[in-house]
């Protein structure tokens, strides 16, 4: 059972360029969810989307789009890379939330990119 | 200031010993999760506490609603539970989840 698979696992670009960050769960999760990692700081939220067809912005959505492409799917594009985009970049996953039932999510096992 | 603060930032123990890494938040939640990552990265969700206490095997997981704080014990630290411990909150009513900085953990044989 593979649960949520990213894409690729490294990556080195350079400022200007583009790229996109593939995601993909096989639990038939409703929501799905972006992060950065960067070192001293915790995870921070760029994207997600609580269910096939939405989309909302995180703590740190500037320079970042996503494509909730169908239930499984959930991708992350970087249209003109900067240096501060360096990160190590998580894709998770989890049943809806819904009022006080909280679910766990589910994580992929990152993306280390480099942008220089 | 953080919403959730997580301390201490890094703890070194020898194996055997009882560690507590704590827990502190500033909102009113909804529920607390504790996570671990792997040194190669990987994470995965431990616990999900709203109120009381959770053991899984030697992690036991402990909330205090009314003073806004967990904490995380394992008993008979083991290297292999080296890793970093992350707390999350999700605040009353948010669909996200916000995480404190994480507690490196360091268990030597």
């Known amino acids: ?116 | 200031k953080n919403e959730v603060e997580q301390s201490p930032q890094n703890l070194t123990a020898q194996e055997g010993e009882f560690i507590t890494i704590n827990c502190s938040y500033s909102v009113g939640i909804s529920a607390l999760h504790w996570l671990q990552q792997h040194p190669g990265g990987g994470i995965v969700s431990l616990f999900m506490l709203s109120s009381g206490k959770k053991k899984h095997g030697r992690l036991i997981a402990t909330i205090n609603i009314q003073e806004k704080h967990s904490s995380l014990h394992i008993t008979a630290s083991h290297p292999r539970d080296s890793a970093v411990y992350i707390c999350a909150v999700r605040r009353q009513g948010a669909q996200k989840l916000v995480f404190g900085q994480g507690t490196r953990l360091t268990i030597n044989p």
């Open chain 1, 1 to 116: 059972n593979a649960g949520v698979t990213q894409t690729p696992k490294f990556q080195v670009l350079k400022t200007g360029q583009s790229m996109t960050l593939q995601c993909a769960q096989d639990m038939n999760h409703n929501s799905m969810y972006w992060y950065r990692q960067d070192p001293g700081m915790g995870l921070r939220l760029i994207y997600y989307s609580a269910s096939e067809g939405t989309t909302d912005k995180g703590e740190v959505p500037n320079g970042y789009n996503v494509s909730r492409l169908n239930k499984r799917e959930f991708s992350l594009r970087l249209e003109s890379a900067a240096p501060s985009q360096t990160s190590v970049y998580f894709c998770a996953s989890s049943e809806a939330f819904q009022g006080n039932r909280d679910q766990p999510q589910h994580f992929g096992d990152g993306t280390r990119l480099s942008i220089l």
